[in-house]
């Protein structure tokens, strides 16, 4: 019997499992990095009369890679049984073995099953399927998939279209699989165009139960990770949801599985079903599968550990599940990683799980910090419904609902996806992002009356108006209209929203009618208080709430960022970070023509070979790779001509904005000299 369970993990996998210690009162134990230290997978497990273990150091390699350290907490807080998670050590058989070493109960399959499936490479040759050699690759052969043998997450993934990049990409995926999973083993396989990612989660006891719970499609990918997923997987045939099932049965029966894992498979445009991996942990998806079963995975992977047979029967599968992963990243620009303070992170009228028919499931608060440490997740949304097609529209409804205050995030993504008619049809493939990205991001202007963004921003002007008025000690009427007895002078403000720069001014005047929008024809202004502006377009009403965050109103810590968004508008339209427009210049303006700045705080992993100052480069060419969030980013030359200043160097820590290196770029060709005048 488990009495005391310590979770390998962090963030909101850690959270996930301690809500099923909770529900069978098992004392939960954490772990965490001096970065984590206030993690709110820490202040879970505290709150839940558990404890925590000081991991010392920040990085992942430091921290949570470390089987010794992990053994030697559970060991110090009294922990019988241990928990990986997903993502880091959990497909690990040398930790596995650690863990029963130390008489503690490993919650996961047996070692030799994760030997036998964790390396995809062993599990592709137990499959039946001859390894390819990247040694004898030929133009015929592209495209090509380089992959990871250990871990998951896509990272460690490159796709590979030209064959004279191939041993660079080998190098890069190696380095990432290592420094993200201890493991820089990679394998190269034929990449399928247009292609559906679908999976099937499998139960097996000790007992020689093995048991399939229905069918996940994860096609919705960006850089090989998963973004949306939903169960089952719409629109396939009955027999090819049975022939997925019974491989995936099989290939568990082959290895002697127990646990909980999933069987993950690549079906071609022409429906032939390819073998990828088998993940022999639980996948971040498996809540679409809980709400479908009526099942907790975790409470289920704690009984096996504990000895229990699969129940007799297997639970009958009720309506669909549609998950989004929430990522603190910016799309609109390659999906960089974002860091910072969220001031507010809710979803209103989110349960804490099953069977809610809305569930968030997350690792971050309001106030909590993303460092640039680890994966980028912040949170999963689920929602549960009878058809799929309400399941989409309960879940897009959530997200615009959402108030996420602080770094980006690809919200605005995941509802443009939804809505997407690739997707609402389920003709959606793993190319879906490589071929939408752009519209997705940045979606055609909305010509119906003014544009939303200058709609944002006079309700940022207007709050901000009031909010000053309040500070001063007058008390606002519903209205500005009591303001003053005559006409004001117009009153102007500019906004940039952040990201993408786009800028917004807007004027307005105090009136003996209220207040006027000088340069908004049609809007009226219904009333204005520091925290909602409501706004009449057209003869329809709505609200834009705004939340301020500076120091004029105590909202946020002293010193603010200055290049911070210090409004946040959550419009009808979508949600702005806004930053007023100095009548300074912005300081980061001050740097030299051809500057290479820092797209994210992380450390310099490496320089391209050979790079020096004074070397000629061309635009694109790879100058140097950042580590973030337990990915390489490549950082490439912003224009042809010579590399004047380097100033990163490998092992480096670089802050967003850091100059990086200077470009000189190659002057443009003149005219010519003039021709010679005739005699």
Same mark, same amino acid.
């Given at each position: 019997?488990?009495?005391?369970?310590?979770?390998?993990?962090?963030?909101?996998?850690?959270?996930?499992?301690?809500?099923?210690?909770?529900?069978?009162?098992?004392?939960?134990?954490?772990?965490?990095?001096?970065?984590?230290?206030?993690?709110?997978?820490?202040?879970?497990?505290?709150?839940?009369?558990?404890?925590?273990?000081?991991?010392?150091?920040?990085?992942?390699?430091?921290?949570?890679?470390?089987?010794?350290?992990?053994?030697?907490?559970?060991?110090?807080?009294?922990?019988?049984?241990?928990?990986?998670?997903?993502?880091?050590?959990?497909?690990?058989?040398?930790?596995?073995? +650690?863990?029963?070493?130390?008489?503690?109960?490993?919650?996961?399959?047996?070692?030799?099953?994760?030997?036998?499936?964790?390396?995809?490479?062993?599990?592709?040759?137990?499959?039946?399927?001859?390894?390819?050699?990247?040694?004898?690759?030929?133009?015929?052969?592209?495209?090509?998939?380089?992959?990871?043998?250990?871990?998951?997450?896509?990272?460690?993934?490159?796709?590979?279209?030209?064959? +004279?990049?191939?041993?660079?990409?080998?190098?890069? +995926?190696?380095?990432?699989?290592?420094?993200?999973?201890?493991?820089?083993?990679?394998?190269?396989?034929?990449?399928?165009?247009?292609?559906?990612?679908?999976?099937? =989660?499998?139960?097996?006891?000790?007992?020689?139960?093995?048991? +399939?719970?229905?069918?996940?499609?994860?096609?919705?990918?960006?850089?090989? =990770?998963?973004?949306?997923?939903?169960?089952?997987?719409?629109?396939?045939?009955?027999?090819?949801?049975?022939?997925?099932?019974?491989?995936?049965?099989?290939?568990?029966?082959?290895?002697?599985?127990?646990?909980?894992?999933?069987?993950?498979?690549?079906?071609?445009?022409?429906?032939?079903?390819?073998?990828?991996?088998?993940?022999?942990?639980? =996948?971040?998806?498996?809540?679409?599968?809980?709400?479908?079963?009526?099942?907790?995975?975790?409470?289920?992977?704690?009984?096996?550990?504990?000895?229990?047979?699969?129940?007799?029967?297997?639970?009958?599968?009720?309506?669909?599940?549609?998950?989004?992963?929430?990522?603190?990243?910016?799309?609109?620009?390659?999906?960089?990683?974002?860091?910072?303070?969220?001031?507010?992170?809710?979803?209103?009228?989110?349960?804490?799980?099953?069977?809610?028919?809305?569930?968030?499931?997350?690792?971050?608060?309001?106030?909590?910090?993303?460092?640039?440490?680890?994966?980028?997740?912040?949170?999963?949304?689920?929602?549960?419904?009878?058809?799929?097609?309400?399941?989409?529209?309960?879940?897009?409804?959530?997200?615009?609902?959402?108030?996420?205050?602080?770094?980006?995030?690809?919200?605005?993504?995941?509802?443009?996806?939804?809505?997407?008619?690739?997707?609402?049809?389920?003709?959606?493939?793993?190319?879906?992002?490589?071929?939408?990205?752009?519209?997705?991001?940045?979606?055609?202007?909305?010509?119906?009356?003014?544009?939303?963004?200058?709609?944002?921003?006079?309700?940022?002007?207007?709050?901000?108006?009031?909010?000053?008025?309040?500070? #001063?000690?007058?008390?606002?009427?519903?209205?500005?209209?009591?303001?003053?007895?005559?006409?004001?002078?117009?009153?102007?403000?500019?906004?940039?929203?952040?990201?993408?720069?786009?800028?917004?001014?807007?004027?307005?005047?105090?009136?003996?009618?209220?207040?006027?929008?000088?340069?908004?024809? #049609?809007?009226?202004?219904?009333?204005?208080?520091?925290?909602?502006?409501?706004?009449?377009?057209?003869?329809?009403?709505?609200?834009?709430?705004?939340?301020?965050?500076?120091?004029?109103?105590?909202?946020?810590?002293?010193?603010?960022?200055?290049?911070?968004?210090?409004?946040?508008?959550?419009?009808?339209?979508?949600?702005?970070?806004?930053?007023?427009?100095?009548?300074?210049?912005?300081?980061?303006?001050?740097?030299?023509?051809?500057?290479?700045?820092?797209?994210?705080?992380?450390?310099?992993?490496?320089?391209?070979?050979?790079?020096?100052?004074?070397?000629?480069?061309?635009? #694109?060419?790879?100058?140097?790779?950042?580590?973030?969030?337990?990915?390489?980013?490549?950082?490439?030359?912003?224009?042809?001509?010579?590399?004047?200043?380097?100033?990163?160097?490998?092992?480096?820590?670089?802050?967003?904005?850091?100059?990086?290196?200077?470009?000189?770029?190659?002057?443009?060709?003149?005219?010519?000299?003039?021709?010679?005048?005739?005699?």
């Amino acid at each position: 019997m488990i009495r005391t369970l310590l979770v390998a993990n962090r963030g909101e996998i850690a959270c996930r499992v301690f809500r099923t210690c909770r529900d069978l009162g098992i004392t939960p134990v954490a772990v965490h990095s001096d970065a984590d230290a206030g993690a709110l997978h820490v202040r879970t497990a505290l709150d839940a009369g558990g404890a925590a273990v000081r991991l010392p150091g920040q990085t992942a390699a430091e921290t949570y890679l470390r089987a010794d350290l992990l053994v030697a907490a559970a060991v110090s807080a009294g922990a019988d049984a241990v928990h990986p998670g997903y993502g880091f050590l959990s497909e690990s058989a040398d930790f596995a073995r +650690a863990v029963t070493a130390a008489g503690l109960t490993w919650v996961g399959p047996p070692p030799e099953a994760v030997e036998a499936m964790a390396s995809k490479t062993r599990a592709k040759e137990l499959m039946g399927l001859a390894p390819f050699d990247p040694s004898k690759a030929v133009e015929s052969d592209l495209p090509l998939l380089v992959k990871a043998a250990a871990g998951g997450g896509g990272r460690g993934m490159r796709v590979v279209r030209e064959l +004279a990049l191939l041993d660079a990409e080998l190098a890069s +995926a190696s380095a990432e699989a290592a420094a993200a999973f201890g493991d820089g083993e990679v394998f190269v396989e034929p990449y399928v165009e247009g292609g559906r990612h679908v999976e099937v =989660q499998v139960l097996a006891d000790a007992h020689g139960g093995v048991r +399939a719970l229905g069918t996940r499609d994860c096609s919705l990918q960006r850089r090989h =990770q998963k973004v949306v997923e939903e169960a089952p997987a719409p629109g396939l045939p009955a027999g090819v949801a049975a022939e997925l099932e019974e491989t995936a049965v099989r290939a568990a029966r082959s290895i002697g599985y127990v646990g909980a894992g999933t069987v993950e498979f690549l079906l071609a445009p022409d429906g032939r079903a390819q073998f990828l991996e088998m993940n022999t942990r639980l =996948q971040v998806e498996h809540p679409v599968t809980e709400a479908v079963y009526g099942v907790d995975l975790v409470a289920q992977q704690l009984r096996i550990a504990e000895g229990e047979p699969l129940p007799p029967s297997a639970p009958r599968p009720s309506g669909h599940a549609v998950e989004a992963r929430l990522y603190a990243e910016d799309p609109a620009s390659s999906f960089t990683p974002q860091t910072g303070r969220f001031h507010r992170l809710e979803l209103p009228g989110a349960g804490a799980g099953a069977p809610h028919v809305l569930r968030l499931d997350t690792g971050y608060e309001s106030g909590d910090t993303v460092t640039p440490y680890y994966d980028a997740l912040l949170a999963k949304v689920i929602v549960h419904a009878p058809t799929r097609a309400e399941a989409i529209r309960r879940l897009t409804a959530a997200l615009r609902g959402a108030r996420i205050h602080g770094p980006v995030t690809n919200r605005d993504l995941l509802v443009r996806s939804l809505e997407h008619e690739e997707f609402t049809g389920a003709r959606m493939t793993t190319s879906f992002y490589d071929d939408h990205l752009a519209t997705l991001t940045h979606p055609p202007a909305d010509d119906a009356g003014p544009a939303p963004l200058r709609l944002a921003a006079l309700a940022a002007a207007l709050a901000d108006a009031a909010a000053r008025q309040q500070a #001063g000690g007058a008390v606002l009427p519903a209205r500005f209209g009591g303001w003053r007895n005559v006409p004001s002078q117009p009153q102007a403000k500019a906004y940039r929203a952040e990201p993408g720069g786009a800028e917004a001014e807007v004027r307005y005047r105090l009136t003996r009618d209220g207040i006027r929008a000088d340069d908004l024809p #049609g809007v009226r202004v219904l009333s204005a208080a520091p925290g909602r502006v409501v706004l009449e377009v057209a003869g329809v009403a709505r609200a834009f709430d705004v939340a301020a965050y500076d120091t004029a109103y105590g909202a946020a810590p002293a010193a603010p960022d200055p290049t911070a968004p210090a409004a946040y508008v959550d419009t009808p339209h979508g949600s702005y970070a806004l930053r007023p427009l100095s009548r300074f210049p912005d300081p980061r303006a001050d740097t030299p023509p051809g500057s290479l700045l820092a797209p994210m705080p992380g450390t310099v992993v490496r320089l391209a070979d050979g790079i020096a100052p004074g070397q000629a480069v061309r635009q #694109g060419q790879p100058l140097l790779w950042l580590e973030a969030m337990k990915m390489e980013h490549k950082v490439t030359a912003p224009a042809s001509g010579v590399l004047t200043a380097l100033h990163a160097a490998p092992g480096g820590q670089v802050e967003v904005g850091a100059l990086l290196a200077v470009v000189e770029a190659e002057a443009e060709p003149g005219p010519g000299p003039e021709p010679a005048a005739n005699p």
